[in-house]
């Protein structure tokens, strides 16, 4: 009877300290549940990111910041219209 060899793949994720995780990776992927499930938390922030438009407002203390803000609360506005 020959031994047979066990042949798990390793998460290639590489930890801040340089060293790779060691964990068990999620079949057919490079990288274990736990640093999946950051890289979809991550990948879903920056998505929320790009789609929500709040105003960068200024403090009014010339007609130039007032003329900014006013611009600033149209682009918001529009690109809300705009969206599906």
């Known amino acids: ?5 066990l042949s798990i793949r390793i998460c290639r994720h590489i930890l801040t300290d ?3 995780c060691q ?9 274990c549940r736990h ?3 950051a890289r979809t938390r ?3 922030m920056a998505r929320a990111r790009r789609c929500v438009r709040l105003p960068r ?3 009014a203390e010339t007609p130039r910041d007032l003329a900014y803000n006013q ?6 506005a529009s690109h809300r219209a705009h969206r599906p």
């Open 23 to 31: 964990g068990a990776a999620v079949r057919g992927r490079a990288c």
């Open 57 to 59: 407002l200024l403090v």
């Open 35 to 37: 640093h999946l499930d």
């Open 18 to 20: 340089g060293r790779h």
């Open 1 to 5: 009877m020959g031994s047979q060899h």
């Open 71 to 76: 611009a600033e609360v149209c682009r918001c």
């Open 42 to 44: 991550l990948h879903n």
